[in-house]
């Protein structure tokens, strides 16, 4: 009896301790569970919000394409005599006519797609009905024997079944062609699309049609190609040309975080005001390449802002909207807060003093000379004027780029013209800075 009395107790006492873990676990549990509903409800809130930041993005990205009815004529380009095709193919000036055959029929245009002539189009020519011919984009090596999208790294808008096709799939897209129809293709180079990546559009009748396809970039760039299924079908190629980007100002190709006030010449960072990341870089690229004309122009910095991480430079036109000027190949940099000059790297080299509130920054080109005698009335900035035409400028030759503070010469560098040559750029990178540009000083000088 008292053995059993003795079990009993210890008995009882293991199911107190077992009901006191139980309990202990109990509460463990139901705290791991109010933990993880509040991270997922913390989860849920920030996938909202970048859903509604995406669309947003995506909103406004669809409405600068569909703003894009007025085409920029005075830029608009042909290149006749520019083209690849096959030999089932006639051509006749701007016209290409498929004859038949064993394999498709395709014209290459051997202009490629970049920044400034984003854009091309082609009218098809005959009496009336449908058409099965297709326009795109290839890459440098695409084959004539093709439709536009059924091979390699490009994409294609196909007349008869109003599809695209790119990444060896097939996607319903928008309406099929028609005789008498203008199609069009387009590359939107918008940051937004994430390196070496763009934005693809498709036109009919300048109209935009379906959505922006994300594409990324062979390494030699997009090719406008046409391609021809039926005997007989005809275009006329219409030409290269920019189609417009809905900026404030006729001033500026392309920008990145960057607010544009009043004329379009006051600029005002609008990144990331917590501090600077690699894809809040504030730049703005100018529409316009230095020449023997215009080869100067200049910023005057109205704030500093945070930590005056401004600059001004020249850049080519395929320059990443991620870096500051002079960070990378094709540009070259004169940066405000370290008076360091940054020349297609981001180390930099001591070259001049800082610059602060009111100084005026100004960078040009000293072209090769072609005659000897100047004006003994031309400044210091102007000294390289040469009429149009008097110099040569060609990619991969070499040219002097030089900068200024408050109108004196800094220092200059030897530099060689990229393809297409030097375009002004201006970068910021600090909450509260703010500056503006003036791209005709040398009139106000002289």
Known sequence: EKKHDKDKKELQQQLLEQEKKHNEDKKELQQQLIQQEKKHEKDKKLLNHLLVQQKKHESQLLGIIRERDNLDLPVKLHTKGRYECGSNMTVDGDMFMFQGGESVGVVKILEPIHPILNYFEYEILGESGETAMGIGLGETKFPLDHMPGLIGSGIGYHGDDGNTFYGNMRYKYGPLF????????????????????????????????????????????????????????????????????????????????????????????????????????????????????????????????????LALGLAKTTYPLTKHPGWAEGSIGYHADDGRLFKENGLGDPFGPTCTTGDIMGCGIKFPMTHDKLSDKMSALDINYRPEGTCDYEAGSSCTVYFTKNREVVGETECVVPKGGFYPVVGMCSKGEKMVVNFSPLSEVI
């Open 178 to 309: 028609s005789i008498g129809d203008r199609m069009g293709c387009g590359v939107d180079f918008s940051p937004k699309a994430g390196c070496n990546h763009v934005y693809v559009f498709f036109t009919v009748n300048g109209k935009q049609v379906g959505e922006l396809i994300r594409m990324k970039v062979p390494p030699y760039g997009f090719y406008p190609v046409i391609g021809f299924r039926s005997p007989g079908e005809r275009v006329r190629y219409l030409g290269h040309w920019r189609w417009g980007r809905g900026f404030p100002t006729p001033h500026w190709l392309r920008s990145n975080c960057i607010k544009f006030l009043d004329d379009g010449l006051t600029l005002e960072y609008d990144g990331n005001e917590e501090g600077c990341k690699l894809n809040d870089i504030g730049i703005a690229q100018a529409n316009f390449r230095l020449t023997p004309t215009n080869h100067y122009f200049e910023m005057r910095i109205v704030d500093p802002g945070q930590d005056s991480w």
